[in-house]
Nanobody, 127 residues
Framework: QVPLVESGGGSVQAGGSLRLSCAAS????????MAWFRQVPGKEREGVAA????????NHADSVKGRFTISQDNAKNTVYLQLSSLKHEDTAMYYC????????????????????WGQGTLVTVSS
């Protein structure tokens, strides 16, 4: 019914891992950017990671580089965010977003590049 459906959020202890999924519903990836953003009440929305579905180039925010990994499963028309070595400050609502088809292979972590958004999945990290 909705174009992007997130899943995989939950509560984990610091140092633990989660894998978030974002499934495209009713459409297929078409050399566009897919990205994950997160937001905490009272703070600005933050770009976490992005991937170009046409070639696989990725872009990870410095705050998560080395701990989070974005990936794609073409057969399932799904993008993932693997969250590892989780910290309390990673607690947030995580949103999946999709941009339009583009020729360039680089995806930015700016929300204005993305016109389609999922409903979000909550990640809570305890001590």
């Amino acid at each position: 019914q909705v174009p992007l459906v997130e899943s995989g959020g939950g509560s984990v202890q610091a140092g633990g891992s989660l894998r978030l999924s974002c499934a495209a519903s009713g459409w297929t990836f078409n050399s566009n950017c897919m990205a994950w953003f997160r937001q905490v009440p009272g703070k600005e929305r933050e770009g976490v990671a992005a991937i170009y579905t046409g070639g696989g180039n990725t872009n990870h925010a410095d705050s998560v580089k080395g701990r989070f990994t974005i990936s794609q499963d073409n057969a399932k028309n799904t993008v993932y965010l693997q969250l590892s070595s989780l910290k309390h400050e990673d607690t947030a609502m995580y949103y999946c977003a999709a941009g339009d088809t583009q020729a360039g292979s680089w995806c930015y972590l700016d929300d204005y590049d993305y016109g389609t958004w999922g409903q979000g999945t909550l990640v809570t990290v305890s001590s």
